[in-house]
């Protein structure tokens, strides 16, 4: 904290009127990085048509680039450290995945893409866990994009799919 403290031109007493300690910092700063992605991610997807390609694009986007990004990693992946669980703890992980999915889904749904009644933290929790199984994936090298591009349109989009749709594979 002194260090930061030096940095920005403050003491320490008034970094810690900001912040209560350094995972506090911390967790600032990796969602300020966290929403600048989603912002770049936002202007990617936006390009695609309806909920199935944004779904799928999304999820890419995100594992791509979260899986180089070490900041990025920590909204995307909880590590069982103490800031990941205070990440958990303080609702940051579960804001963040709604900023990212909320208007997505708000708009398919106003669209009739998706079928309702959903739980809205249901269907954000399990597309952030398809995220990080695609971006481990992509680490370890069991595929590629277009691997996973196929992998999500099979499995991951018939869940949002009304009866009355289909989805191009």
């Given at each position: 904290?002194?260090?930061?403290?030096?940095?920005?031109?403050?003491?320490?007493?008034?970094?810690?009127?900001?912040?209560?300690?350094?995972?506090?910092?911390?967790?600032?700063?990796?969602?300020?990085?966290?929403?600048?992605l989603l912002d770049r991610a936002r202007k990617s997807v936006s390009r695609q048509r309806g909920l199935p390609d944004q779904i799928v694009e999304t999820i890419l986007y995100t594992a791509e680039h979260g899986r180089r990004d070490p900041l990025t990693r920590h909204v995307i992946v909880s590590d069982g450290t103490s800031l990941g669980r205070r990440m958990i703890a303080s609702g940051t992980t579960e804001m963040m995945r709604a900023e990212m999915w909320d208007p997505l889904l708000d708009a398919a749904l106003a669209n009739n893409e998706l079928p309702p009644g959903l739980p809205r933290s249901d269907i954000r929790l399990w597309l952030g866990d398809v995220t990080k199984m695609v971006m481990r994936g992509l680490e370890d090298g069991e595929g590629d994009v277009r691997r996973y591009r196929s992998i999500l349109r099979r499995f991951v989009l018939p869940a949002f799919v009304s009866a009355n749709a289909q989805v191009v594979v």
């Open positions: 904290m002194d260090d930061v403290a030096c940095e920005v031109g403050l003491s320490r007493p008034s970094v810690y009127r900001y912040f209560a300690d350094r995972d506090d910092l911390l967790i600032e700063l990796i969602t300020r990085h966290a929403r600048a």
